[in-house]
């Protein structure tokens, strides 16, 4: 008999309920991808790419042009130079980025902070190389960070941070107070942080996002994990990268060359050109936003509170006003009955924390989120 690594991990709730909302012919609000098809000029790129031969492996860290371009571009938006030869590589999403930044610094018996709810692929990838998590939980409706608990927390057995903004599944920001509370924390110490900035362009309120780059106490200290899947649309591509400084990018890329070596040729490429027009990641925000505001105020006047969402394409509502069922039980019968399907957020918690609460997606075409308000004002 095989002894199972992960004994108690089922399967991906995004699996699971895109399966669910599928076999149930249900407008599919659970999992986070985009309802409408990416830009044609850059599925244009790809295909002159492909044309043009460049369908052979990429060099191990991904190719150069590609990381120029993102050595330039978090140099302008951040502030920070990263060396495109030492300092970045391109993954395949920013899953198998985090995946890998773990396994190259997580021993067995290291301690890793996460804050719950927590997204789901960072748990497994901590166990899977003997890490213990150690549970924290975002505090209050805005779900924010209690830093007076974290500094509590850490032990000499600390290894990691895990940080994640915009924050997937509440839509929440980590704010520059924030930033600096973590930068007094780790000062002095060995603790590595890992920052999942996959949504780092779709912030709302004019309000900014705040990279670990822009902290050189947290940025000598980081990895940091983008996806070009939420920035084009193109989650299926499963293209994304990791920066950190030269120590740590060495032991990632160690491990990175086992685990896939490297990445989809012609869609570097593209993505290296593509990236040059830097209006089609700085409009980001404003896009997501429209689309938040149109899904919010069409459910403005029925049961579910709206807890605010800062940033993501996520928002999360409250439906204890509706019923008592717990969240997973309610987001399957919104699923079965009311052909709505939506994520259940105390998957998110170790211990299932049910706050009745769920994430809805709202990266679909206006027509999608409308038919799926209607059905919300229902119930
Ligand atoms: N981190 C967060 C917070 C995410 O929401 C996602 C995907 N939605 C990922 C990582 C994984 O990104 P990718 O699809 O590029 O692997
Ligand atoms: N990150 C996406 C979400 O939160 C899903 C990614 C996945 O399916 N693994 O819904």
Same mark, same amino acid.
């Given at each position: 008999?095989?002894?199972?690594?992960?004994?108690?991990?089922p399967?991906?709730?995004?699996?699971?309920m895109?399966?669910?909302?599928?076999?149930?012919?249900?407008?599919?609000?659970?999992?986070?991808f985009?309802?409408?098809?990416?830009? $044609? *000029?850059?599925?244009?790129? #790809?295909?002159?790419?492909?044309a043009?031969?460049?369908?052979?492996?990429?060099?191990?860290?991904?190719?150069? *042009?590609? $990381?120029?371009?993102?050595?330039?571009?978090?140099?302008?938006?951040?502030g920070?130079?990263?060396?495109?030869?030492?300092?970045?590589?391109?993954?395949?999403? /920013?899953?198998?980025?985090?995946?890998? /930044?773990?396994?190259?610094?997580?021993?067995?018996?290291?301690? %890793?902070?996460?804050?719950?709810p927590?997204?789901?692929?960072?748990?497994?990838?901590?166990?899977?190389?003997?890490?213990?998590?150690i549970?924290?939980?975002?505090?209050?409706?805005?779900?924010?960070?209690?830093?007076?608990?974290?500094?509590?927390?850490i032990t000499?057995?600390t290894?990691?941070?895990?940080?994640n903004?915009?924050?997937?599944?509440?839509?929440?920001l980590?704010?520059? +107070?924030?930033?600096?509370?973590?930068?007094?924390? !780790?000062?002095?110490?060995?603790?590595?942080i890992?920052?999942? *900035?996959?949504?780092?362009?779709? %912030?709302?309120?004019?309000?900014?996002?705040?990279?670990?780059?822009?902290y050189?106490?947290l &940025?000598?200290?980081?990895?940091?994990?983008?996806?070009?899947?939420?920035?084009?649309?193109t989650?299926?591509?499963k293209?994304?990268?990791?920066? +950190?400084?030269?120590?740590?990018?060495?032991?990632?890329?160690?491990?990175?060359?086992?685990?896939?070596? /490297?990445?989809n040729?012609?869609?570097?490429y593209?993505? /290296?050109?593509?990236?040059?027009?830097?209006?089609?990641?700085?409009?980001?925000?404003?896009?997501?936003?429209?689309?938040r505001?149109f899904? !919010?105020?069409?459910?403005?006047?029925?049961?579910?509170?709206?807890?605010?969402?800062?940033?993501?394409?996520?928002?999360?509502?409250?439906?204890?006003?509706?019923?008592?069922?717990?969240?997973?039980?309610?987001?399957?019968?919104?699923?079965?009955?009311?052909?709505?399907a939506s994520?259940? #957020?105390?998957?998110?918690?170790?211990? &299932?924390?049910?706050?009745?609460?769920? $994430?809805?997606?709202?990266?679909?075409?206006?027509?999608?989120l409308?038919? +799926?308000a209607?059905?919300?004002?229902?119930?």
């Amino acid at each position: 008999m095989i002894k199972s690594k992960l004994p108690n991990t089922p399967t991906s709730i995004f699996a699971v309920m895109s399966q669910l909302a599928s076999e149930q012919n249900a407008i599919n609000l659970s999992q986070g991808f985009p309802g409408f098809n990416c830009d $044609r *000029e850059l599925i244009s790129l #790809v295909d002159r790419n492909m044309a043009m031969g460049k369908n052979q492996y990429a060099p191990m860290p991904g190719i150069i *042009e590609l $990381r120029e371009i993102i050595s330039q571009k978090t140099q302008e938006l951040y502030g920070k130079y990263y060396n495109p030869d030492t300092e970045i590589t391109i993954t395949s999403g /920013a899953t198998q980025a985090l995946y890998t /930044a773990i396994t190259s610094v997580i021993n067995e018996g290291d301690e %890793v902070i996460v804050f719950e709810p927590v997204y789901d692929s960072y748990i497994p990838a901590i166990k899977l190389n003997g890490g213990t998590p150690i549970y924290l939980q975002l505090k209050g409706d805005n779900y924010k960070i209690d830093w007076k608990e974290v500094e509590k927390s850490i032990t000499p057995r600390t290894k990691m941070i895990v940080i994640n903004s915009p924050h997937n599944p509440t839509g929440s920001l980590l704010s520059e +107070a924030d930033l600096k509370h973590l930068e007094k924390i !780790v000062k002095g110490s060995n603790i590595i942080i890992l920052s999942d *900035e996959v949504y780092e362009h779709i %912030v709302f309120d004019n309000e900014t996002h705040e990279s670990v780059v822009k902290y050189p106490a947290l &940025a000598e200290r980081s990895f940091v994990v983008s996806s070009f899947g939420k920035t084009f649309h193109t989650t299926g591509w499963k293209m994304g990268y990791c920066i +950190a400084p030269q120590e740590l990018m060495t032991e990632f890329r160690k491990v990175h060359q086992f685990i896939v070596y /490297a990445v989809n040729t012609p869609i570097q490429y593209a993505l /290296a050109e593509y990236l040059q027009h830097k209006d089609k990641y700085l409009q980001l925000g404003k896009f997501y936003q429209e689309k938040r505001d149109f899904f !919010v105020n069409q459910i403005r006047d029925s049961r579910f509170k709206i807890i605010k969402s800062e940033g993501t394409y996520f928002q999360l509502l409250d439906y204890s006003d509706i019923s008592d069922m717990n969240d997973v039980k309610f987001s399957r019968k919104l699923t079965i009955e009311n052909k709505i399907a939506s994520i259940p #957020v105390s998957v998110f918690y170790h211990d &299932a924390i049910d706050k009745k609460v769920l $994430r809805f997606c709202f990266a679909k075409d206006n027509d999608v989120l409308e038919q +799926a308000a209607s059905k919300l004002r229902a119930l």
